[in-house]
Structures are given as C-alpha cells and as structure tokens.
C-alpha cells in the first residue's frame, strides 16, 4: 500500500512483480491509506481468510507464516495473531537501548504464554471476519467510523485496534515462533517523537473506551507507569542527595543485596541479545537513566492531553545508501 510516496517506491516495487495499491487523496496517515486498500479486499473475502498487515521496515523471520497459519489452522476463534519484535542492529548507544527495551518486551509476552497486550503494526494477522466486524461496529459499539477497519482518530492504530477486537470479544495471540526485525528510531529527537505518539495514543485509546473489563489492564499499565516515574525519580534523587550529602560512602548490605538482584534480573531479560545487550545492562545506570528519559516522554504526554494540545503524527524518514523509502507505506 502506497500511501503519498514522492520517490521510485512504485516503480520499484512493480519491478519486484509486487501488487501495488496507491492511495486516492488520502490525508489520514496511515490508517486512512489501510483502509482504502481493506474496503477493495475484504468483500472478496471469506470469513476464514487471513489478511497479514506489516510495516514496510518490517523484516519477517523464517517461519513466521507457518507458525501463523498454523494456529488459526487449529483454533478456529481466534482472530488475530501479533508478531514479536525485535530491532535491528546499529545505530550505537541509542539502539542498543531500544533492542534491550524490545528484548524484555518479547520475553515478558513469552511468560504470559502469548496472551497479546498490542497487536504489533510491525507484523500482525486477521481473520477477514474479525476485520469485517470491527468495521461494522464502528460508531455503535466500538469507537470510530462506520465502515473503517482503523479508527482516523487514533495516533496508535494498531493499539486501537487491539482493543477494538477486545472489545468485541475477540482471540488473540502472540506465538514464540512469530519473530520480526523492525527499524529503530536513530537519534534521541525522533525516538522522542516516536514515544511521545505512542504514549499520548495509549492514552487517548482507553480515553475513547473508558473502564471496561477490556481495557482495565491498559489502565492498571498507565497507573504503574505513573508509579514507576515517581519511585524512579525518588531513587535518583536520593541517590544523588547521598553521594553529594555523606563525607564518606556507607555501604548498607541488605540494601546492596537489592541492587545486586536488581542487575542480575537486568541482565537475565536481555541474555538473549548477546554480550553488547548483558554489558549494558550489568552497569545498570544508564538504562536507569534510558527509563527517565521515557517517564518524561509520559509526563509530556499526560501534560499534552491535559493541555489540550494537538497531536501530530510525526513520520521518521531513515536515510540509507542504495534505498528509497515512500512516505508512508504498509
């Protein structure tokens, strides 16, 4: 789906023996282009067929459409299958804080045995039943228009959608063996940008749906990250107001005991990303200090809402030797 590409995205892609679709004076981001191309789609559809979206810097892992097809093969209710995300490699100090943060991401739906709290836009399946359905209850019983698969209105469409479809009662899953590489934001700027959009959207999203069994959990998270920006800057502080306060450096043992547990835990969650991902993790700080960097992406977003303020969407452009990227596309 090209949605405004200025450069050879097109003709590239039909050199590749792809199907494109352009968009028609779309001017509602990445949500109007998706649903310009699923009204073409889906009434040709049947209810068991599956529609894949992903984003255009998405790299699929080996296995990850069979492993998909395979559990909609099995569980005739599900409705939709989320993709793990992992990020792509570069980009320094700044990446590496990203693919610790994605690491941990994957292994905590791991240890909740897939149960899905976002349905990824990186990588995500669908019954063409469940994306019908969303569609027909927009403005009734689900936020949004009628007719539209994604709500306009949203920053964070594929959030949106996941509690759309929870709403509706919707099964969903995010299996192990369903891996995807995604691109990660290359300067603090537009990782400032990108978290800012996807925090003001999550709350925006349980604004819109208000306190229901569904989405008791996406508050209990916005509560906890309030928690957590409080208790971590205390801890700062206080840790600042020690080194700057005491003449010499009391070591209290239960409370270094702590801090040991805390960095092995630290360590544990991002084993898996090899030596670069440990090193950083074991010294502990700077992802302490990465964590405050996103408590005050929270507290703008909190303060934007509160403010009134408008959202923007903010599409990042990667430059990269030999590529074209289009403007927005899916």
């Known amino acids: ?23 028609v004076n779309n001017t509602q981001k990445k949500a109007g282009a998706l649903n310009q191309v699923l009204k073409r789609l ?30 909609f093969s099995q569980d005739r209710a599900l409705m939709a299958v989320g ?6 490699e570069g980009h320094g100090l700044i990446g590496q804080f990203q693919r ?11 240890r909740r045995r897939g149960r899905v709290f976002v349905l990824t836009g990186t990588a995500s399946m669908f019954r063409s039943r469940a994306l019908r359905t969303v569609a027909e209850s927009r403005g009734a019983s689900i936020p949004g228009t009628l007719g539209d698969v994604y709500d306009t209105a949203a920053l964070t469409e594929d959030n949106e959608l996941t509690i759309a479809l929870k709403s509706l009662g919707g099964l969903m899953v995010s299996p192990a063996q369903c891996t995807v590489v995604t691109e990660l934001m290359p300067s603090w700027s537009t990782l400032w940008a990108q978290r800012l959009r996807w925090q003001r959207g999550a709350l925006e999203n349980i604004g819109a749906y208000g306190i229901t069994p569904q989405t008791l959990r996406y508050w209990a998270q916005q509560l906890g990250i309030g928690y957590g920006v409080i208790a971590l800057g205390s801890y700062l502080l206080l840790i600042f107001l020690m080194v700057f306060s005491l003449d010499t ?27 670069r991902a440990r090193l950083l993790a074991v010294t502990l700080f700077p992802e302490l200090f990465f964590d405050m960097f996103l408590n005050v992406v929270y507290l703008k977003g909190v303060a934007d809402i509160s403010l009134g303020r408008t959202a923007s969407w903010k599409h990042v452009t990667h430059a990269r030797p030999r590529e074209t990227t289009g403007a927005e596309r899916s």
């Open 1 to 23: 789906m090209a949605d405004n590409c200025t450069d050879a995205t097109v003709a590239l892609a039909h050199q590749a023996g792809v199907e494109v679709v352009e968009s």
């Open 42 to 71: 889906l009434p040709g559809l049947g209810d068991n067929d599956v529609v894949m979206i992903m984003d255009a810097d998405t790299r699929l892992d080996d296995g990850f459409l069979a492993a998909a097809v395979d559990r």
């Open 83 to 88: 993709g793990l995300f992992y990020g792509e």
């Open 100 to 110: 610790n943060e994605y690491l941990r991401y994957s292994r905590e739906i791991g």
């Open 249 to 275: 450096w009391i070591w209290f043992p239960f409370w270094l005991g702590l801090g040991v547990l805390f960095m092995v835990e630290r360590v544990a969650t991002v084993w898996r990303g090899g030596w």
